[in-house]
């Protein structure tokens, strides 16, 4: 019976990622096809090489296991999550199995620790959350430093994992003596090592295994005579004499361009000055330069991540550069030189450490390896760490996004080695944002020999190029802007939230900020009065629109809410002044003015909702597969027989539209029993393609047997285009009347704009940033265009209220395939008559089928949104969509949207 079940429920609770779900898949395959895997008898030369054999098949990679046991290597890049793949193992040996002991082996101290933490329940990094039997029953972590105290829970039904460290048992088997774990323990009568060699399950899990495969203390291990090996590694080869030597047992490869290519890490770019030439600097002045450069790039990065937390709600990160030096000498001069006040004026001499063997002993050693160790603390002040060869595998962080190697290496080496500390992403999965998800490694000196290298077809990565320009103007330094509503300028309340921020923080202080209408011991109670409005707006009946804030007992209500939740000490400040009364009145006002009531509207089907795809023609241009011609297909009698071709292990199926069929029921808005008709139909046309240009039936068997997932991916693709769906009764839920503006962040470079100006090159227009307006909603603001730019000053000159609406402001949703999509509007404004929502686009473009889409989910909110606003004597709701050619600043409100 197959255990493929069980892999898959392990995956699911596990959350595995689809390469780690790919490595327990391949393990499955492996002990199915070789039934003497788990024979732990089974281990003559004669019978590891008829394993060997029977796996070739499924493995083209595996030649040898390299070991006297059966070993399998997984080759997954840094950053993919090797520790929690392991836990994988466990979890499925041990289900599938019944598999208790377990031997995980690290290379050095550092992973050794981390292993111990990734192993002990209730850590940020536990590898077994989601098991729900290792909840309750969780294994035994015996490690190098407890087994002679080990406990017996794999007697009562639990298992063990032992942890340890190969590089202690290297030290211990120099000059011929045994490794402390051979030697007798009183307590067991037997050493451990001869325990853990007599047990029939034990599993060997070898964690970074390049780094360890010809070293005594493993040749020591190999006497354990485990039932399986398990390897993973990043980097699955040997330094050989001339060149690597790849190991023989590889069953998995990940590499490192598959990971950035789908996203499980950063995307590395390699840094250079535009046209720099080395041969015109000396190496004293290039290691100048690129020290100097990697500041600015991490100046840059800081802002972007900065603003990103800002904009998303997200975690704050705090980058950090990585100096790689030659030596520990060299290492003391870059730490002399960035102290020092001839370096960015000493900004630096507190924010930077070294890290190397003459650094990190004795009591001011403990100190740096603290700092180290928290480098990813956003309050942590160190900002540059200089090491010389000492962060290594184990030292997983997420928050290295500058990388200046200072040390003479091949393109290859910097490549391979420098890179692979900084690929982890902070927030576990690509932003979208390129900043966020961008390593980058200051290379001007290597800079093309790295890039033919990353071009190389053998290349672990492909590259991305950035270029600076030699001097960066101070005015162009990247600055996060705090986006706050026009509301909080006048109160006062923005000017105290950019005070907390040092004017070096990146944060933009405005020359001439606003002046606010209130003091700043007047502004906390504007702050609470906000709160309880926030509260209020929930309760529709009570406030249905923001007007009926004004209204004497909606008012009075809202300065009872007040007066309860701000502190005696606060009354005391502004006793001499307005009455807590006058000041919600006043920020009442305020809100009034400077608000558009969006209601938030839910619209809920009634009744049967039918959906489904109409019938359509497959296009099959595009799908031209042929025979893969390194396996064979071997035709079964009937169906459901399997069949092997080469690596890949198929069901046969009688009819060949079965193929597809099989393929496109997997597909979660694909019924059987509703749509049959249609993809037997559509996986019919497929055929009848193959058909026209493959040969014989074994060919077509071939194709739709090896390539049946990629066709049938391809035509639920086109199925997606001709989905329907028919909601005959709505019911639509006004929740809240009127919802507070969000407040958001943006990055500007250079100076604040008027919509009068536009920036140097016109072409930048979506990097600026304006401010300065009077009748905007909000205090800053960007623009995709040009157009925009002008049509905000005919808002700015002809609206009452403007803004840009920022994402979950409307929650209007349009269909795109099967999914709904956010439509975020360019424009919404408020007139004497209207609430208005606009769009502004090229004329080429209002007849696309998306813009067509946006426009009808926006016209159907604003007719659901005027019924409520004009029942609550409020103004009715109208989407305009505006061609640019029609935008000019002669042009008025009321004619445009005419």
């Keep these: 019976m197959s255990t493929l079940n069980t892999a898959r429920s392990i995956a699911g609770r596990l959350s595995l990622r689809e390469p780690q779900w790919e490595s327990l898949q391949k393990l499955v395959t492996a002990i199915e096809a070789v039934p003497a895997l788990r024979d732990h008898e089974a281990r003559s030369a004669e019978e590891l090489t008829a394993m060997i054999e029977a796996l070739k098949g499924q493995f083209s990679n595996l030649s040898d296991f390299e070991r006297d046991f059966p070993s399998f290597c997984f080759a997954l890049a840094t950053g993919v999550g090797k520790t929690r793949l392991m836990g994988a193992f466990i979890s499925y040996l041990h289900a599938a199995f019944g598999y208790k002991h377990f031997f995980v082996l690290a290379p050095n101290l550092t992973i050794y620790n981390k292993l111990i933490a990734d192993f002990t329940p209730n850590t940020p990094k536990y590898v077994f959350k989601g098991i729900a039997e290792f909840a309750v029953n969780p294994p035994e972590v015996i490690t190098g430093d407890n087994y002679e105290q080990r406990g017996t829970k794999s007697l009562l039904g639990g298992i063990e994992v032992n942890i340890f460290n190969i590089s202690k048992i290297n030290s211990e088997v120099r000059g011929g003596k045994s490794p402390r774990i051979k030697r007798l323990s009183e307590y067991l009568g037997q050493s451990y090592f001869e325990y853990l060699a007599g047990l029939p399950d034990l599993i060997l899990l070898m964690d970074e295994s390049h780094r360890y495969r010809a070293s005594a203390g493993v040749k020591a291990l190999n006497e354990l005579k485990p039932l399986m090996g398990l390897e993973l590694t990043a980097t699955p080869f040997v330094e050989g004499a001339s060149k690597p030597i790849p190991f023989k047992n590889v069953v998995m490869d990940y590499p490192l361009a598959r990971a950035i290519e789908d996203g499980f890490v950063k995307d590395p770019a390699v840094v250079t000055q535009q046209n720099f030439n080395k041969d015109d600097h000396s190496p004293e002045q290039i290691e100048r330069i690129k020290l100097m450069d990697g500041v600015r790039v991490h100046e840059e990065t800081k802002v972007h991540l900065l603003t990103y937390a800002q904009q998303t709600g997200q975690k704050l990160v705090k980058p950090f550069m990585l100096v790689i030096a030659r030596d520990t000498s060299h290492a003391s001069q870059l730490m002399q030189l960035i102290q020092s006040s001839e370096f960015f004026n000493g900004y630096y001499a507190n924010k930077v450490i070294q890290v190397d063997s003459g ?67 902070p927030y576990g999965r690509r932003t979208g944002d390129e900043t966020v998800d961008r390593l980058n490694i200051i ?84 702050q609470a009065t906000l709160n309880v409005i926030e509260q209020i ?24 809410q007040v007066e309860a939740i701000v502190s005696p000490k606060q009354i005391e400040l502004i006793a001499s002044g307005p009455s807590v009364a006058d000041i919600v009145k006043t920020t009442v006002a305020i809100v009034t003015k400077h608000t558009i009531d969006i209601p938030r509207i839910l619209v809920k089907p009634k009744g049967n909702v ?103 991916e391809n035509i639920h693709s086109q199925m997606l285009a001709h989905y329907y769906e028919d909601v005959t009764e709505v019911e639509v839920v006004v929740s809240q009347g009127f919802t507070p503006l969000k407040p958001s962040a943006i990055t500007a470079v250079g100076e604040i704009l008027t919509l009068e100006q536009l920036p140097t090159e016109k072409s930048k227009i979506a990097q600026a940033v304006y401010g300065g307006f009077s009748k905007c909603a909000y205090t800053y603001q960007k623009f995709h265009s040009d157009t925009e730019r002008v ?108």
């Design 359 to 425: 650094t990190t002993s004795g009591a001011e050693g403990d100190a740096v390896i603290e700092k180290l160790l928290a480098v990813e603390s956003y309050d942590e002040s160190t900002e540059i760490v200089i090491h010389v060869n000492m962060l290594k595998e184990g030292w997983d962080v997420t928050n290295l996004y500058t990388i200046v190697p200072l040390r003479a290496a091949n393109a290859r080496t910097l490549i391979e080695q420098s890179i692979g500390r900084g690929l982890r992403l």
């Design 443 to 526: 290379a001007h000196d290597r800079f093309q020999e790295v890039v033919d290298e990353a071009g190389r077809g053998d290349s672990p990565i492909r590259m991305k190029v950035l270029e600076l320009t030699p001097d960066q103007p101070a005015n162009e330094k990247p600055q996060t802007v705090l986006v706050t509503s026009a509301v909080e300028n006048l109160l006062g309340i923005t000017q105290q939230k950019q005070s907390q921020f040092a004017s070096t923080s990146g944060i933009y202080q405005p020359i001439k900020p606003t002046a606010p209408v209130l003091t700043a011991e007047q502004t906390p109670i504007a």
């Design 537 to 560: 707006s929930r309760q529709q009946s009570f406030a249905p629109t923001s007007a009926t804030l004004s209204q004497a007992h909606v008012q009075a209500e809202i300065i009872k």
């Design 610 to 712: 039918k959906s489904g795809f109409h019938p359509f023609t497959l296009d099959v241009s595009k799908i031209n597969f042929q025979p893969a011609s390194q396996q064979l297909v071997s035709k079964a009698l009937q169906s459901g027989k399997e069949i092997t071709m080469g690596k890949a292990s198929l069901v046969y199926e009688a009819r060949l539209e079965d193929y597809l069929v099989r393929e496109l029921i997997n597909y979660d808005d694909i019924s059987y029993d509703h749509h049959a008709a249609l993809i037997h139909e559509l996986a019919g046309q497929a055929v009848g393609h193959f058909k026209s240009y493959l040969t014989t039936e074994d060919e077509i068997h071939n194709v739709l047997g090896y390539y049946g997932k990629q066709i049938a």
């Design 791 to 898: 049509f905000a000053a005919i808002l700015e000159r002809d609206a009452q209220v403007w803004f840009r609406p920022v994402s979950g402001q409307f929650n209007i949703f349009y269909r795109n395939g099967i999914y709904e999509s956010e439509y975020i509007p360019d424009f919404v404004a408020s007139t004497g008559e209207f609430n208005l929502i606009i769009e502004t686009k090229k004329l080429m473009d209002i007849e696309n089928e998306d813009v067509k889409a946006k426009a009808a989910a926006a016209t159907s909110w604003c007719e659901n949104a005027s019924k409520y606003s004009v029942s609550n004597g409020g103004k009715p709701w109208k989407y305009y969509l505006i061609s640019h050619d029609k935008v000019s600043i002669s042009m008025t409100l009321l004619h445009l949207i005419k």
